[in-house]
């Protein structure tokens, strides 16, 4: 099968209402299998001058590839088809027509880094990006928003941001962000507090229901007394830990909370 015959089954498969990511996973290999021996996984820009159809057509195929491994949560796949696309978007792109997905990679790739916390290179990635694209590209501001909530600890609305994703790839991502959150929040109420009420911790933690708070509460070693409804926190550092806290410090953790509680309702 050509190239371009490859690519127009692959990308008919992944533009279907109801994609078979299996397939399009046996596709993607076949297809790369081509790209590697036509010379075309790694273009360089005089490739991409001499056959700029065929280059485009072998960044539609990475663009799909790196697309449906965040549909497939495989984050190591995705990351190793940006770090093809790379050459694509950066050494020759002056020679391609313009990508109808880089744009939302781009932001893909920024909350993946959010996501993971790696903020000191969130900062350089998006430092890198042309301005005219962070002021207007809605897949940029995205992440930019949250990662700005995030620094204001305004939580909630990166919360609510989970039903404003621009594409629905973006949605995985927001997740793991939500965990890494709840994870912050869950050391602080271990630091600032004994036990707490559980609606309480699900509603600090922006859990819908019980049963996601009690897996939580499990994985962190904490323990919930059924008859009180209430979640008491283990002291993994110990007592001398605990009364080292200044009651200061403690003090304006709890309202921090609850302000952020007060918002959330």
Not at 57 to 64: G, H, K, N, Q, T
Not at 224 to 245: C, E, L, W, Y
Not at 257 to 263: I, N, R
């Amino acid at each position: 099968m050509s190239l371009k015959n490859t690519h127009a089954a692959l990308v008919k498969s992944f533009a279907s209402s109801k994609p078979d990511l299996g397939s399009i996973k046996t596709q993607l290999t076949r297809a790369k299998i081509e790209l590697t021996q036509s010379g075309l996984l790694v273009p360089s820009p005089a490739d991409a001058a001499a056959h700029p159809s065929e280059v485009a057509m072998a960044r539609d195929v990475l663009e799909i590839g790196a697309l449906s491994s965040v549909r497939q949560r495989d984050v190591e796949s995705f990351d190793r088809y940006m770090g093809l696309l790379h050459v694509f978007y950066n050494d020759c792109s002056t020679h391609l027509p313009p990508s109808q997905s880089q744009e939302a990679l781009l932001g893909l790739c920024l909350l993946r880094l959010l996501s993971s916390n790696s903020i000191s290179q969130f900062h350089t990635t998006l430092e890198a990006l042309p301005p005219h694209l962070v002021a207007s590209s809605p897949y940029i501001q995205h992440p930019v928003h949250l990662e700005r909530w995030l620094m204001e600890g305004s939580y909630s609305k990166v919360w609510r941001a989970r039903k404003e994703v621009p594409r629905e790839e973006y949605s995985y991502f927001v997740d793991e962000l939500m965990g890494t959150i709840r994870r912050e929040i869950a050391s602080c109420e271990e630091k600032a507090y004994d036990s707490l009420p559980l609606s309480d911790a699900a509603t600090l933690l922006f859990f819908d229901n019980m049963q996601d708070v009690s897996v939580f509460a499990n994985e962190r070693g904490w323990q919930i007394n059924p008859t009180t409804q209430t979640v008491h926190f283990t002291n993994k550092a110990g007592s001398a830990t605990r009364d080292a806290i200044p009651k200061r410090a403690t003090i304006t953790s709890n309202l921090q909370f609850a302000k952020e509680l007060e918002s959330i309702v």
